[in-house]
């Protein structure tokens, strides 16, 4: 039986050493680059911005090589903690609605 870590979402069995961290959070701010809809064939990446005037932790979500959006500043400082302590992670798109575009953040670690 897996243990499961309500407050990170972690998943891990005990017969394993390997977790899979699973965290959606919403993207914002598609309409000011290009208005992107995201599908799941991108290839997204994402960039801290701690330069940006806004909000210092800031995360720029690039897809294609290509800044397409931002995470919402409601996540962005959980998410970024998550890509500071798992080094390896894979960020899928989904979603039900254009205007409800959001990216599933998979990040896992042995």
């Known amino acids: 039986m897996p243990n499961i870590c309500c407050s990170?979402?972690?998943?891990?069995?005990?017969?394993?050493?390997?977790?899979?961290?699973?965290?959606s959070f919403m993207v914002?701010?598609?309409?000011?680059?290009?208005?992107?809809?995201f599908k799941k064939s991108d290839i997204?990446?994402?960039?801290?911005?701690p330069s940006n005037i806004h909000d210092i932790n800031a995360i720029k979500v690039i897809v294609d090589g290509i800044h397409k959006a931002y995470v919402a500043k409601n996540e962005?400082?959980?998410?970024?903690d998550l890509m500071k302590r798992y080094l390896?992670?894979?960020?899928?798109?989904?979603?039900?609605k254009n205007y409800?575009?959001?990216?599933?953040?998979n990040l896992e670690y042995p």
């Open 8 to 23: 990170c979402k972690e998943v891990s069995s005990p017969l394993y050493a390997d977790c899979i961290v699973i965290q």
């Open 44 to 49: 997204i990446t994402l960039e801290p911005e």
């Open 28 to 37: 914002v701010g598609m309409r000011f680059h290009g208005g992107h809809k």
């Open 76 to 80: 962005n400082e959980s998410i970024g």
């Open 100 to 105: 409800n575009q959001s990216a599933s953040l």
């Open 88 to 96: 390896t992670y894979q960020v899928n798109a989904h979603g039900k």
